[in-house]
């Protein structure tokens, strides 16, 4: 018994110590999550509590920190850029993943499909993403599509027709991606595990959706977190598309005033939040999900 | 007399050029225990992967109680002959109980408290009640070996294939897994086990069967094989394992 308990104590960290480190950047997360929030509230509804794109606090009070004045003056406009890129980036993210499990599970299990997602993966993988969204947004007659549709970027909050191609492109592209992670975390599981599931009398498929997946999805936590962190990137390849999103705010502010350093640094930093947020996100799934021994060098 | 319970006919299985199983037939009654045993490379575990067609066969019949195994669905099949592994194969994602309630629910059709409550029945019966709720990584290998009888039991198989079940064991917890073994015997189930282990062979075996070169060389009942061997290759074998463990007991 005291064997047991050694053993299972050191698996899992529980992480119930005080960290004051980890507790300052919950603090910073918070705020900035915060102020992202109200932001975006009040631009949503047409100036809830100042009007839109305006610092809820004049830069005139930050004038002894020229650097914090401008921040303050600028943030405001870029914070609506940040909400495309969040959108982008999690729909890319989201939708891609379900293809994602379907493209890996061709690649790995299928024999006729096995080729056609290999043709898929390849085909996004080995061509610019600049260049899908160029074919998406301008060779495929989609834009008048989408924009014929009832709502898009007249109603409320349904974005104008860009911004849906954009998400389409990051969804086709972001499938492919997952689904290379995803087969390299199925290939990583025992294979012994699928034939256990096989000889009690699951199907192949309930075999894969009960056994394999669940372990192959944990060992794709940290493949799934780069995937997101570049995502989160390549969103401001929208901005050629016509998407405001951060980059494309950044650019088009500064080409008014031509403070690009000051812009793209003050952006650069927003993508650094971003980025981060994402990765302790990631992280802390990973911790929740764990299970002792699995994706550990002694259980594989 | 009623039918066999296990019967196999000329079974013929070649991987590319190499021929693995050249023509095997042998029967087993219920409450059987058959061991199986050779020189690696014999077509031990071949043999019983094409009784549970996770290895398909060439060539030739294997009926379970009566039933063709070639004409029925491999899942009915795989729910009637369970199979113990080697390297015990649990659900690395799954705590003990689960490993043993997972088919329960998806091949049994069991709610979820009634599978539950069945599998702690079956951990019980393996001596493993109080680790229900450990990960396969937090248990031994005999321990983990016994969850994966559990595993096996629960679908209340007709027959149960035992590949090699403690050669990944450390020998000191060989024993804890052929005592459960040996008490499943007792209690009548049909075993066909694939082992090297002289003792169990002796005590719980009904029948011992020597497969050399893809076919049975020599069976009978074990004291027979042990101590009048035909074969000189039987006795030889036979010889070296009894050797081997002298030197790890004594």
């Known amino acids: ?300 | 007399m009623s039918d066999p319970l296990l019967s196999v006919r000329d079974l013929r299985k070649s991987f590319g050029e190499e021929e693995v199983l050249r023509g095997i037939d042998f029967e087993m009654d219920r409450q059987d225990v058959q061991v199986l045993m050779g020189p690696s490379g014999s077509g031990k575990s071949t043999l019983l992967r094409c009784v549970n067609r996770l290895s398909e066969p060439d060539d030739g019949t294997i009926t379970v109680d009566g039933e063709d195994t070639a004409a029925m669905d491999d899942d009915d099949l795989r729910r009637e002959v369970g199979m113990v592994f080697q390297t015990f194969n649990l659900f690395a994602h799954l705590t003990a109980r689960k490993n043993v309630s997972l088919g329960l629910r998806r091949v049994r059709g069991f709610a979820k408290s009634e599978a539950e409550d069945r599998a702690g029945e079956e951990l019980e019966r393996v001596g493993l009640a109080d680790q229900a709720d450990s990960y396969p990584a937090e248990l031994s290998g005999g321990q983990q070996q016994r969850v994966g009888i559990a595993r096996a039991l629960a679908m209340d198989p007709k027959l149960l294939l035992f590949d090699e079940p403690t050669s990944a064991l450390d020998p000191e917890l060989i024993g804890e897994v052929l005592a459960v073994m040996r008490e499943l015997a007792d209690g009548g189930m049909t075993m066909l086990v694939v082992t090297h282990e002289m003792g169990f062979a002796r005590e719980a075996a009904t029948d011992l069967l020597f497969l050399d070169e893809g076919r049975i060389l020599e069976r009978g009942p074990p004291t027979q094989l042990f101590e009048s061997p035909e074969h000189e290759r039987t006795a030889t074998f036979l010889r070296r394992l009894t050797d081997l463990e002298a030197g790890q007991h004594g």
């Open chain 1, 1 to 300: 018994m005291a064997e047991s308990d050694s053993r299972s104590a050191g698996s899992i960290d529980v992480g119930n110590r005080y960290d004051p480190l980890e507790a300052l950047g919950i603090l910073a997360g918070a705020l900035f999550w915060g102020w992202l929030l109200f932001r975006w509230l009040n631009d949503w509804f047409g100036g809830l509590f100042v009007p839109q794109s305006q610092p809820f606090l004049s830069p005139s009070l930050f004038e002894f920190f020229p650097a914090l004045a401008f921040a303050v003056e600028f943030a405001p406009a870029l914070a609506s850029g940040v909400w495309l890129t969040v959108l982008l980036t999690i729909v890319g993210i989201a939708l891609g993943f379900p293809i994602a499990i379907v493209l890996a599970g061709a690649r790995v299990y299928g024999r006729a499909t096995r080729w056609v997602a290999l043709g898929y993966i390849e085909l996004v993988r080995g061509t610019p993403l600049l260049a899908q969204l160029f074919v998406l947004y301008y060779g495929l007659g989609l834009s008048s599509f989408i924009r014929e549709l009832p709502g898009v970027g007249t109603v409320g909050v349904i974005p104008e027709q860009a911004v849906w191609i954009a998400m389409i492109g990051f969804t086709i592209n972001s499938a492919a991606y997952q689904a290379e992670y995803l087969r390299g975390a199925i290939e990583s599981v025992d294979p012994g595990q699928l034939q256990a599931a096989r000889a009690i009398g699951l199907s192949q498929v309930d075999g894969i959706r009960y056994v394999v997946l669940p372990q192959a999805l944990r060992y794709a936590i940290p493949g799934w977190t780069n995937e997101l962190v570049y995502l989160i990137k390549y969103s401001s390849l929208a901005a050629f598309i016509t998407v405001p999103e951060l980059f494309n705010r950044a650019s088009s502010i500064a080409s008014e005033n031509f403070r690009y350093l000051a812009l793209f640094s003050l952006a650069g930093l927003f993508y650094l939040a971003l980025v981060l947020t994402a990765t302790n996100l990631m992280s802390r799934l990973e911790d929740r999900v764990a299970i002792p021994g699995l994706g550990t060098s002694e259980g594989r």
